[in-house]
């Protein structure tokens, strides 16, 4: 059977943000099973709209610009624009199946009250709230009640690794309707380059926001280049960079990451927040590089397989990591090798799909049979 699904994002799209990545591909993926998918976000978004999917976009706030993640004053005047367009996306395309990308979408389609409902969760407030707030005790235990109350309220919720799985049940969530789904990626548009016998740069991809951690990628550059004088690194990102240590490529979609990630490097994730899923980490095994990651956000790599893992936070661990790759080309492209393979095996959209449809598909009957037999 095939289903008619709304797909909400409380964000701008497109953008080369992961949480928007992440929704495309999962849009996509649903829509290669032969569902009927409806793109439902904020009234504005940077570069061209992705052809696979019909995009319906509520009313701009016109003070509204921000692209990157975390709050700003236009948040709650853009959530109700996007619930009164998700209901109206409801009725026109009789929908029969919501799914909601992170909070603030949950929160639009339970204002809605179209069932059921999928929530796919990239995160817990706990975790990521502390970045974005001072107060950091505070905003933790607001993250905490967040956690316990909201995402129980969707008919499943479908979490990208086992860990923030199990973090939910525990606040709450009943765990027969928590689902471990890893994200989609698609792998053809990145051309891996075998590496060569001069010194790579270190690179990294994505927004500069604090809960990247990239103050520890800096730090650990500083010791790379004890080393390595020449060691450069090499930042590709669409957010407004200034006085950094590092040459900073504008990329602002992927065709323009897929030629930075196809280069010989080495990739550097410096991120220690624990509850998301790097969509750039995945990126970057797609386009076979070796990655540096931290051990609380390392869910994709297999340690000295895919990758290196190193304890949180620890530069002497870091830089150590960075300068193994750097001076092992075989190693680098072993281990670039492994990666792809293991997108190509657990991320490819297809199987994604079939594994999402199953879900889908299992929520809807089940809950139109408890209806019907009320």
Sequence with gaps: MKLRIAMVGACPFPAPQGSQVFMHYTADCLRR???EVHLVVYGYGVGEDPPDVPIHR???VPFATKTEAGPSLAKPF?????????????RKHKIQVVCAHNYEALLAALLVRKRPLLYFAHNAMYDELPYFFSHGDVTREIGRFLDRTIPRLADAVIAPHKRLAGYLVARGCEQERVFVVPPPIDASPFEPMPAGSELPPVLYAGNLDSY????LLFKAMGRVRKKYPDARLMIATASSAAHLDAEVIRAASLEELSPFLSQDG???APRVSWSGYPIKMLNAMAAAKAVVACESAAYPLVH????LITPDNDVQAYASALIQLLGNASL???MGRRAREQILKDHQPETVGARLSEITLSVWESRSKNAGSA
């Design 33 to 35: 099973q032969g569902h």
């Design 266 to 268: 080495v990739f550097a």
């Design 58 to 60: 509520a009313v701009r």
């Design 332 to 334: 680098r492209t072993e």
């Design 78 to 90: 853009q959530d109700a624009t996007l619930a009164l367009k998700l209901h109206q996306v409801v």
């Design 212 to 215: 990247q951690n990239l103050s």
């Design 304 to 307: 000295e397989e895919t990758g």
